[in-house]
């Protein structure tokens, strides 16, 4: 299945390439992690490494950039832990934070990041979504192929739910960008899926 609903009606990015940060820390561990426990501590590290790393991964697009957004994103933890009130869940206030370091590192690494995406005035569409349809793997190579902030833009929108008001503040960008992003992102998306598939079709047929 490479297509599920949220809440809101959206259609999320391929769940089975996303390590869900939803995880509930028990109320004791945090407490122990804010004391500065090391055994606390570690058990939250060894609880969202793989979700970070995926997370990270998406956006800055390279393995190597990916680990070091994860570690860094951990040493932000340990910094920044005992600044955890409470107020909201510890999952998205980490998560916020391995968001905000894999941005900056986009930044510091590729400096014309933030440029739109812009192949004129074409609409969407109306169609499925340009993901429901492909295969994991196809998706994969699709998704690496568009710029940088239209992949980070998309994933932060269809998979992480953020809010376009969200992802304009994150990027330092307006809300209409951010839907351009998506609006234009996801028509580059369909376009780069139609020609993989074009291009897998003469092997097909000759293997059949």
Request: glycine share 6%; no cysteine; net charge neutral.
């Amino acid at each position: 299945m490479l297509l599920r609903p949220n809440r809101a009606g959206r259609h999320l990015l391929n769940p089975v390439s996303a390590a869900s940060f939803q995880i509930e820390v028990p109320d004791l561990v945090l407490a122990r992690a804010r004391r500065g426990d090391a055994r606390a501590l570690e058990t939250i590290y060894r609880a969202f490494e793989r979700p970070a790393y995926t997370l990270a991964l998406r956006i800055v697009g390279d393995v190597e950039s990916a680990r070091e957004v994860t570690h860094d994103a951990m040493l932000r933890l340990i910094e920044r832990i005992g600044q955890f009130r409470g107020d909201s869940p510890f999952w998205g206030w980490l998560r916020q934070i391995v968001v905000n370091e894999a941005l900056m590192r986009l930044r510091r690494e590729r400096g014309a990041v933030f440029e739109d995406i812009d192949d004129g005035d074409e609409p969407p569409g109306d169609g499925p979504p340009p993901w429901m349809l492909a295969d994991a793997a196809r998706l994969e190579r699709a998704l690496n192929d568009l710029p940088p902030l239209t992949r980070s833009v998309l994933w932060l929108y269809h998979v992480e739910e953020y809010t376009h008001q969200e992802i304009a503040e994150m990027t330092g960008k307006s809300v209409s960008f951010s839907k351009s992003q998506v609006a234009r992102g996801s028509s580059r998306l369909r376009r780069l899926l139609d020609r993989q598939e074009k291009e897998a079709a003469p092997w097909l047929a000759a293997t059949i």
